[in-house]
């Protein structure tokens, strides 16, 4: 199966379809900021690697694939595989001429290292809920409790948390892989993302998914708010948050090697 794949030109997010998504799960921005890359072959999904099995590096952005051969195309930057080289030992020590060779891919790549969760964040505002998928969770202090959280200004759900000040952010579990697809790839504004979801109230107002692992309530604080240009920063003060399930908890990179398979 022949798949197109559309690369976020923001944080590197790589989304299969016919079309690009109508908002980034990863940093929120939307589908005009997608570019197609080349099409592949939609792999099974991954596996263990055999041993001795060659492992191959992009020489643009040091994404490194498994396999008898190199990729058709990179998943990470879009190149072929003529910028694939066979990875050996020595080519994994850093040099001053890698530092030195450093470049935006590269960069993503590396940032793709940081491990990162993926959450459901939601606001109240006027009567009126929305949510929306997000990696930028984050705990600052432990006395008193805060944490920050960053929304693309142009979501539905900035508007509701710069307007009420308060959000709730439900923890997914490994399973929740199609609540990514509901809040990640659809704006708010044109569907009601909780039909048929269930959820409760938090104290604060904002809905709390009923299946999550575990939630946390947050109270911005006016004067900690950060303009970082495409995205607004929030600190904020955790109100309130309980364990919900013993789960394992939806990470980024999880969803990534897993998206593409089916569920029964």
Same mark, same amino acid.
């Given at each position: 199966?022949?798949?197109?794949?559309?690369?976020?030109?923001v944080?590197?997010y790589?989304?299969e379809?016919?079309?690009?998504?109508?908002?980034?799960?990863?940093?929120?921005?939307?589908?005009?900021?997608?570019?197609?890359?080349?099409?592949?072959?939609?792999?099974?999904?991954?596996?263990?690697?055999?041993?001795?099995?060659?492992?191959?590096k992009?020489t643009?952005?040091?994404?490194i694939?498994?396999?008898?051969?190199?990729?058709?195309?990179?998943?990470?930057?879009?190149?072929?595989?003529?910028?694939?080289?066979?990875?050996?030992?020595?080519?994994?020590?850093?040099?001053?001429e890698?530092?030195?060779?450093?470049?935006?891919?590269?960069?993503?790549?590396?940032?793709?290292?940081?491990?990162?969760?993926?959450?459901?964040?939601?606001?109240?505002? %006027?009567?009126?809920?929305?949510g929306?998928?997000? =990696?930028? $969770? !984050?705990? *600052?202090?432990? #006395?008193?409790?805060?944490?920050? /959280?960053?929304?693309?200004?142009?979501?539905?759900?900035?508007e509701?948390?710069?307007?009420s000040?308060?959000?709730?952010?439900?923890?997914?579990?490994q399973?929740?892989?199609?609540?990514?697809r509901?809040?990640?790839?659809?704006?708010?504004?044109?569907?009601?993302?909780?039909?048929?979801i269930?959820?409760?109230? %938090?104290?604060?107002?904002?809905?709390?998914?009923? =299946?999550? $692992? !575990?939630? *946390?309530?947050? #109270?911005?604080m006016?004067d900690k /708010?950060?303009d970082?240009?495409?995205?607004?920063?929030?600190i904020?003060a955790?109100t309130?948050g309980?364990?919900?399930?013993?789960?394992?908890p939806?990470?980024y990179?999880?969803?990534?090697?897993?998206?593409g398979?089916?569920?029964?």
């Amino acid at each position: 199966m022949v798949t197109k794949k559309w690369r976020c030109r923001v944080c590197g997010y790589v989304h299969e379809g016919d079309a690009p998504p109508e908002v980034c799960p990863v940093c929120g921005v939307g589908a005009s900021e997608f570019v197609m890359v080349q099409e592949e072959r939609e792999q099974a999904g991954p596996s263990p690697a055999p041993a001795g099995q060659k492992r191959w590096k992009c020489t643009v952005c040091d994404y490194i694939h498994t396999g008898d051969e190199p990729p058709k195309a990179c998943p990470l930057c879009g190149v072929g595989a003529e910028f694939f080289v066979l990875l050996t030992e020595d080519i994994q020590i850093l040099t001053p001429e890698a530092v030195s060779r450093a470049n935006e891919g590269t960069t993503r790549s590396a940032l793709f290292k940081v491990s990162y969760g993926l959450y459901v964040l939601t606001s109240a505002s %006027g009567g009126r809920i929305n949510g929306q998928c997000v =990696n930028t $969770v !984050a705990q *600052l202090t432990d #006395t008193p409790l805060t944490m920050a /959280i960053c929304l693309n200004k142009r979501n539905l759900t900035h508007e509701f948390v710069m307007d009420s000040g308060v959000f709730a952010v439900s923890v997914l579990r490994q399973e929740d892989i199609e609540m990514v697809r509901r809040f990640g790839f659809q704006s708010g504004r044109a569907m009601d993302k909780f039909a048929g979801i269930e959820y409760v109230a %938090g104290k604060n107002g904002c809905p709390i998914l009923k =299946n999550c $692992v !575990a939630y *946390l309530e947050g #109270t911005v604080m006016p004067d900690k /708010i950060i303009d970082v240009g495409t995205h607004s920063l929030f600190i904020a003060a955790v109100t309130s948050g309980r364990v919900v399930s013993a789960a394992e908890p939806l990470t980024y990179l999880y969803y990534q090697e897993n998206k593409g398979k089916k569920r029964i």
